[in-house]
């Protein structure tokens, strides 16, 4: 299937590691112009040069979007590698906790890092998107915003909230040619999962293949997800064939979530 954003500028947050690489890397394999940003200088330029010799166009920036300031700087140097017409959010998770136990410190640390550094990219993207009656945004949330995770009170919560966001800023620039979806990954082989299994074994005294196991049985497919596949449906929300489809959360999972909607 031609997604038709072949030439467009995409830009990519968290795109150092994980889902938000492999979105990056299938974004370059389509033919799209691909801006990287991440807090990692040596993986973002690593990747900007291995898709370069792929054939791609590509550059990075290095920011922390937890700090306002760096919102601007993102938006201005990706503005000058070319118009973003694709954007994808994507953020680290924050700490795991229970939602007892966790102060105000630590909920408004977690706004900062998952929500309000996207609010502050789409403010500057959209714009442009409108201007050229074109734009495809997408968030990477997780499944805990169709049925929350044990453990994981601030994403639970906060991802949900996004996820609100995402579907009232759909119904407002939908006439504009810009649509905004999210794709909520379910357990996936990525560092952060890694980590939190790993969390998970200590607590229970259990070895960390355990855990995995234990997961993997209750998934139907009978494995992990894996980035890639993760990206396929990011990506394929950013082509043309998508253009009907706004304001939905797409969960990919393995069939893991029992929901029926």
Sequence with gaps: MEL????????VTG???GIGRAVAEALAAEGARVFLVARSEDRLRALATSLRERGAEADHLAADLT???????????ARAFGPVEL?????GGPPPGRAEELGPEAWSAAFGQ???PMVRLVRGLLPGMKAGGFGRIVFITSLAVKEPVEDLA?????????????KTLSREVAAHGVTVNA?????????RVESLFARQAEREGLPLEAIYRRVEERIPAGRLGRPEEVAALAVFLM???????TGQTWVADGGHLRFLL
């Design 87 to 91: 954007f994808l959010g994507n953020t």
């Design 114 to 116: 998952l929500f309000l």
């Design 15 to 17: 795109a150092s590691r």
């Design 183 to 191: 794709v909520a990954p379910g357990y996936t082989k990525t560092e």
């Design 239 to 245: 082509g043309t064939p998508a253009a009907y489809v």
């Design 4 to 11: 038709g954003i072949r030439g467009k500028t995409a830009l």
């Design 154 to 166: 601030l994403s639970n919560a906060i991802r949900a909230g996004l996820t609100g966001y995402l």
């Design 67 to 77: 700090e306002p300031a760096a919102a601007e700087r993102v938006l201005q140097a």
